[in-house]
């Protein structure tokens, strides 16, 4: 979780290793898309020639989790043109970071809240797309 005022995309962000991290140069707002498979979305979008940029995990109240302005900003910071973004309901007991920073979505898978209410948890896993045309060597 995140002081407020703080993006919790940004703080939580794992670049790719194909991302610089180049600001981005076009005043386009990103497709912010959600999605309830990502495996299978983001084998789409690279179907039409998008790359992953990067991912952010974010844990969150469900009833606190009106974020697009953030997933836009991130966007911008790192220079994509779409998010794919998945929630997934959590008990908090379950949710563990990886040495590499990201959540364990099996742990999560694992131990599911019974119900999903405002006052749940959930998280919140977003990935960052650029076209591959338009990012740099």
């Not at 940004?10 to 309830?36: H, L, Q, Y």
């Not at 974020?67 to 911008?76: I, T």
């Not at 998010?83 to 898978?109: H, M, N, Q, S, Y």
């Not at 599911?112 to 948890?121: A, D, L, N, V, W």
Request: aromatic share 10%; with cysteine; charged share 25%.
């Amino acid at each position: 979780m995140t002081a407020p005022g703080e993006n919790p995309f940004s703080i939580n962000f794992i670049a790719s290793r194909r991302n610089k991290g180049e600001p981005s140069t076009t005043t386009e707002r990103p497709d912010i898309v959600v999605s309830f498979d990502l495996d299978a979305d983001l084998a789409k979008w690279r179907r039409k020639s998008y790359v992953s940029l990067g991912f952010s995990d974010v844990v969150g109240k469900a009833g606190e989790m009106g974020f697009s302005s953030q997933l836009e900003e991130q966007a911008a910071r790192v220079g994509a043109q779409a998010v794919l973004f998945c929630i997934w309901p959590a008990k908090l007991r379950a949710v563990k970071r990886l040495p590499t920073g990201e959540i364990d979505l099996e742990a999560i898978a694992e131990d599911q809240p019974s119900s999903f209410s405002p006052r749940s948890y959930g998280v919140t896993r977003a990935y960052f797309l650029a076209r591959s045309s338009e990012r740099k060597s």
